[in-house]
């Protein structure tokens, strides 16, 4: 039986975005063929078909050759408006479809991301990543889950070295905690307003960082 090419390139695009999302590939590093052909031990075609693909969802540019695809710091507040967009209408649709076990996870988190535990930034960061991935999971929809996967390339595309003071980290963890209430009591004009101030509180840390 001969192997399903579709079924292939789909697996190949997955790895290579997840890849880039993590940030293993970086912005601006080139992605040779041949070198992903040995990486994920297969022939040409599929990883050629999986690499057009990626460049139709505006993960990697073709020049002279792919690379993936950097981000103009002067897009930083088109970035975050995309961000306050999609973030504030999973969280309304959360609030409609959240099941108990999703709000004891994020009720876990809240609790590990408070200021007085003693964890790393690195694993803080982690786990608000995961906060906020579970929430718009908990939309039940497929295409603003992709579209909040393109928002967070480009967000973390930027590189940029903020460090935020004990005190935002106190005030961004009540705005989470808020967030949760939102989605418990099935608030969803509450959730979709909370969440879009979320997103605005950090595009007010960040903007300025990249003006420096």
């Not at 057009?52 to 981000?71: A, K, S, Y």
């Not at 897009?75 to 479809?97: D, G, M, P």
């Not at 009720?107 to 003693?118: I, R, T, V």
Request: glycine fraction near 4%.
């Amino acid at each position: 039986m001969k192997p399903n090419l579709n079924l292939i390139t789909g697996d190949v695009q997955a790895k290579i975005r997840s890849m880039i999302l993590a940030s293993d590939f970086k912005p601006g590093q080139r992605l040779v063929e041949e070198e992903l052909c040995t990486m994920f031990d297969i022939g040409r075609t599929p990883v050629r078909e999986a690499l057009l693909l990626l460049q139709g969802e505006g993960l990697i540019v073709r020049r002279r050759g792919w690379e993936v695809q950097g981000v103009d710091h002067l897009q930083v507040h088109a970035i975050f408006e995309s961000r306050a967009a999609i973030e504030s209408a999973t969280a309304r649709l959360a609030a409609r479809y959240i099941n108990e076990q999703q709000l004891s996870m994020l009720e876990g988190m809240l609790e590990a991301m408070e200021p007085s535990n003693d964890i790393s930034r690195i694993e803080l960061n982690k786990i608000n990543t995961r906060f906020h991935e579970l929430i718009v999971e908990a939309s039940n929809n497929a295409i603003l889950i992709q579209f909040h996967e393109r928002t967070r390339f480009y967000y973390w595309a930027l590189r940029v070295p903020v460090l935020f003071a004990d005190t935002q980290l106190v005030s961004t963890n009540n705005e989470h905690r808020e967030l949760v209430d939102a989605l418990r009591r099935r608030e969803e004009d509450r959730a979709e307003h909370l969440a879009r101030i979320h997103v605005e509180s950090t595009m007010k840390t960040v903007e300025p960082a990249l003006q420096r």
